[in-house]
């Protein structure tokens, strides 16, 4: 408990939680609208893209300074994108292909760059290649600041462009339709997921950045069908997730944050889709189970009746699949067919269920009971 | 008198995707207050029509006047616009009454928050789509017939004085059809026009009162006494006409 206590004291720690919760809230509120746009990949790409900024910007300005190693990540997260939409648009290669090419590459040259200023005589380069996974430990007063303003800005935003957001998220085609320029508002939403992503840089690191924008969203949208809901949900998991990693990988100094965050976040969207309340599987198949009532033997003679009728002369019978589509209502009908048979009505071959000649008659008694 | 311009006149239209043309050389004009329906079979360019006049397809050639004026930015909220309904997810976390509100996001600033009369306005389209039971209905649950509903409102709360529809029967069962004729007239009434993809050719002539045939080409337009004609259907489906009865519900190209 006293060391809890010095823990929670201790002014590196409060920071490095501080600062790392904060990446996950302002990571999972905008991640809500990269998830639901289907742009998770683009976000992973736009991460790993930020490596050789990080790496140029140290070099141009010789300072491991979080502002300036932001801008330079930005600067070469936003290049790939817009490498990514023209190669999109001028060639044959899809989006896809594209964004798999740019990660691939913007990565490569970080990784090469990284290994070469190994040789350089600055001493202070040790700890760039902390960057790819993240080191939350060395988070201090000012890179918090520096976090704290850039999530404010990208949240008040986000706030601000509420309803603009949303609907070009759900229906482009409507929202450029009644007047919103959409091209530009895509392109902000693209430079809010570079901002929110070179955040993570330095305690998340380029790897696993990507999980902090749409791990929380896919936890969140389990247990809400309201989009206001799920970006405070995917807030509230981001921001547990980072503080969280943030203290594990705080008590040792070899535990990277990156990858226990993503622990952590991996464990709540699996929880949250298991018994996420309004999608989780949980609830999913009780209500599954409850809807699915025990179909009726009449309704079930029924149907196999204008089923064979349907099919005279042709098929000889009908798989249970079959009934219980032609029953409808994703009705259990195994119970119904195996008392039409106890009563000689109904009888099955290799897995096909056809009606006795007794079944037949009684089945069209009950079709004429039914006009009459 | 002044004569009234039309609304909506579509001059040598040619719209192409990769080099081919989707729609070539079209003129078309829809004078104010009527129904067009607009017919032909599947890759014939209904929806690219559609969406070349609300401006989300950059045509190769001709214009596009609204209300007699270059349609543009400033036309925007005299056009109401349903999109097919299969062009968007409608797993996204949001109710029904929501989606029938972004018809008028686009009234006010940055700072404008959706006022009473926007929600009195919602309200009203809902119940005239007969949606008001399901209001907070979260989409993802409606049916095809209830999601064509929901677009429909949402045009109707744009308050426009011209409509373009695409397929917005498709999906639709007959009762729920009807009904969303009984909406058109009354749109009619209210001296507004629309311009609506129709694939039920058997239907067309009791729905709409113009009618417009294209096959990439306008094979004809006009009253739907005169251009829906059995010569016109012929060349607008080919010879064999096989549309004549019901068509498969599939989505236009």
Known sequence: METFLQFLNDYTLRNVLLGTAWIGVVGGSLGTFAFLRRQSLLGDVISHATLPGVVLAFLAWQRRDIGVLMVGAAGTGLLATALIQVVDTRTNIKRDGAMGVALAVFFGVGVLLLSMIQNLPTASQAGLDKFIFGQAAALVQSDVTVLLVVGGVVLVVLLLLWRELKIITFDPDFARATGFRVTILEGGIVTLIVGTTVMGLQ???????????IAPAAAARQWTDRLSIMVLIAAVVGGASGAAGAAVSAFGPQIPTGPVVV???????????????KRGLVWHWRRQRRSRKLADPNTVLGALG????????????????????????SAQVGQALAALRKAGLADEHDGDWSLTERGRSEAVRLARDQRG | MQTMPPALEVNDLTVAYRDKPVLWDVDLQVPTGVLMAVVGPNGAGKTTLIKAVMGLMQPAAGSVQVFGEPAGRQQVRR?????????VDWDFPTSVRDVVAMGRYNRGGLWRRADRRDAERVA??????????????????????QQQRVFLARALVQDSDLYLMDEPFQGVDAVTEQSMVAVLRRLQEQGRTVLAVHHDLRTAPAYFDWVALLNVRLIASGPMATAFSECNLRET??????????PPATTAA
Do not use: C, N
């Not at chain 2, 009203?124 to 017939?145: F, Y």
């Open chain 2, 79 to 87: 056009i109401g616009y349903v999109p097919q309904r299969t062009s």
């Open chain 1, 306 to 329: 204008a089923l064979e009728s349907a099919h005279a002369g042709t098929v000889r019978g009908h798989p249970k699949a079959v009934v219980r589509m032609a029953v409808g209502q």
């Open chain 1, 203 to 213: 305690t998340v690191g380029v790897i696993l950045m990507s999980a902090m924008l």
């Open chain 2, 237 to 246: 489906f080919g010879g064999s006409a096989p549309e004549w009865t019901t």
């Open chain 2, 124 to 145: 009203r389209a809902l119940a005239t789509v007969d949606m008001e039971d399901l209001a907070d209905r979260q989409i993802s649950e409606l049916s095809g017939g």
């Open chain 1, 263 to 277: 622990l952590v976040l991996t464990a709540l969207v699996l929880v949250s889709l298991f018994l996420g309340r």
